[in-house]
């Protein structure tokens, strides 16, 4: 036994902070191999050493230059565009959800949370087929504005979190509006929303990233339509039997910028991130 | 609470209720193959009379007018694609054309794309030979309507292949798709390159891997068929893989020899994805593999005059040297049965496959013709690569009538040829484990 308090303190931080290093790197190096392969010259597709021998933009510069179907810079914009569209209007719907049911007393309040909860807990592939034929008899398939409807569409039924954002809000603020003659309308725009900055950030962030990384939706609703890909697709394209001898480093450094605009979203928007995540849990 | 309870479940039994009415829907459209059938006998019978360059008279085409088509073909094919719809346009003066469009679209996934919404898949499509069954299953695909001058002009496996209860479904495209042995000639010689153990043995003296990918159903299958247990079509149920009767000490001693050439040069038989070798012939790690028709215009690049390409080499057993058998597939065009133009379509696909563009393909994109006239051509005679395909494509099982429950177990038994673990000694083992794929093979576990 160790009778010096220090000293078994010192051990035990050593020996977690090892274990944390271990894991930080084991959590890392994925990420390490596709930055540095993702600059690499030599080879066509994977090789069996971490440390690229020659280094290169080239990757980059392909990615970019368009050659044949594979159009990176089309499916960055198309990404881009579908995102802002239904983060805008998935933040409005979710956040009007959310003070209508924080706020708002009527008959059927409580019946409908539940049933929000319970059809917020079927996934939203498990109905793409029918998603499908829906568009489809709609005249929208194969089209991104399918896409925006399919991820924004259903965003209201997550309104648990700033719902429970917005029970923390004192309703003695609201008292005070209306007794000022502000209507719920202005309540909510004028009273509520500038005190949420973190509950907003949040849901621009989830709903922003939701459109990169969805793949079985868009590939379903866009079929052969190549030039309307979202990156998630395009990507993985890439790598098919067809393309990988000739696409697979542009693959890695597509995969790069893939991450470069939610990497910059979070970093902006970090310290809203981690308020709003646990200021929803106060009161639930 | 009572309430909430009983609302909660008849929401939940309401959901579960409209998502399998969605499959259901889905499923139904797909049905009605019947009227776009029907497009199939649009050219009525068998014997209908096809010109040079697969053209036919512009009556077959019926009341079709005003034509609007998509085709698909893959990445490698589509400009190529686009100047023969150009010609054939040209070939019919008295039909307008509004738009044929071409779509780039993978051949290894056209059949996944079309199971997805026929009605808005392409009207002609390029497709590799193992999707065949599930087409058919599905009804998506129409009979072909020229069948004598078909069979007539194709080499007879590529139509046999085709073929589903008598009827051929699809238009032979190429006789390539398959795998056959790349090889830098600096590091095995030519006389090498006809012996497996002559292979290795260059690689080895020079430091390099020979990729054989052993884990991969579809490369792995070789060590199966080279012992003599060979694929045969169904049983009379029509989904049990049928195999041909074979000798089974000889078998044994086939997986035996292999085991032991991978144990004897171990880390020089690699199994790595085929992908790998254009990679290593780029960066000097590789002397020889067994690499797909695919993957050709890589590897040449990467080799460049030390390029080398041959059939499958032997392999000795107990003093006999063996070929190997591979798994040989074709790529064909097919009609979707819901196309809108079922003759136009028909025509056009008729002659995409016909003499000309099969020539144009092979002197463009190095495809393998299945013509038997473009395949006796001087293009094919004095390519290395294609005569190396056409060589081993006479050693070869087809990829047809294959059951589902092949792949898993080839895989498998390829990883345990190969395994550290194996004793290649061990004739029990390898008794065993032939008898172990087989009965997985059958699915009679």
Known sequence: ?284 | MKTKQLLAMILAGMMTATAFAGCGGGGGTDQPSGDGGDGGDGGNSTALEVKENAIVDESVFGDEDNITLKVWAPEKAVDLTKKQIEDFKAAYPGKTFTNIEVVIQGEDSAATQILNDAEQAADVFGFASDQLNKLTDAGVIQEVAFVDYVTKTNVAETVTSATVNGKLYAFPETNDNGYYLVYDKSVVSDEQAKTLEGILEGCKAAGRKFIFDSGSPFFACTYAFTAGVKIDGFEEDGETQKFVDYDEDEAVATLQAFSKLMHDYKGTYASLGAAQIASGFSTGTCGAGVDGSWNTVPDQKALGDNYGAAKLPTINVNGTDKQLISMFGYKYIGVNAFSKFPRSAQILALYLTGDKCQKERTEEVGWGPSNLKVAGDEVVTSSPTLQAITAQAQNAVPQVNIAPTLWDPMGNLGNKLIADETDPTDTEFFRSLLKETIVNVKDEA
């Open chain 1, 1 to 284: 036994m160790i009778k010096s308090y220090k000293l078994r303190r010192n051990i035990a931080n050593a020996i977690i902070y090892v274990i944390l290093a271990i894991m930080g790197i084991i959590w890392v190096s994925p990420f390490a191999y596709l930055l540095m392969h993702s600059f690499r010259a030599e080879g066509l597709i994977t090789v069996n050493y971490l440390i690229p021998h020659e280094w290169t933009f080239q990757n980059y510069i392909d990615l970019f230059t368009v050659k044949g179907s594979l159009n990176f810079p089309r499916w960055l914009l198309n990404t881009f565009v579908v995102a802002l569209f239904s983060c805008v209007i998935c933040t409005i719907s979710v956040l009007a959800v959310s003070y209508t049911f924080s706020r708002l007393r009527f008959k059927a309040r409580k019946k409908l949370m539940n049933v929000g909860m319970i059809l917020g807990m079927f996934p939203g592939f498990m109905t793409m087929i029918a998603i499908y034929y829906l568009l489809k008899a709609m005249g929208l398939d194969r089209n991104l504005v399918a896409l925006v409807i399919c991820y924004s569409s259903g965003a209201g039924l997550g309104f648990q979190i700033s719902k429970g954002f917005f029970d923390t809000i004192p309703r003695a603020l609201d008292e005070a509006a209306t007794i000022d003659g502000a209507n719920k309308n202005q309540i909510f725009w004028k009273i509520i929303l500038p005190m949420s900055a973190p509950i907003i950030v949040y849901t621009v962030l989830t709903s922003f990233i939701g459109p990169w990384c969805d793949f079985i939706l868009a590939r379903i609703i866009m079929g052969d339509r190549r030039d309307l890909y979202t990156v998630a697709i395009g990507l993985f394209d890439m790598k098919s039997e067809e393309f990988i001898n000739t696409y697979y480093k542009q693959f890695l450094a597509g995969s790069v910028i893939v991450a470069i605009p939610i990497t910059t979203l979070f970093m902006i928007m970090q310290k809203y991130y981690v308020e709003g995540v646990t200021a929803g849990g106060v009161k639930g």
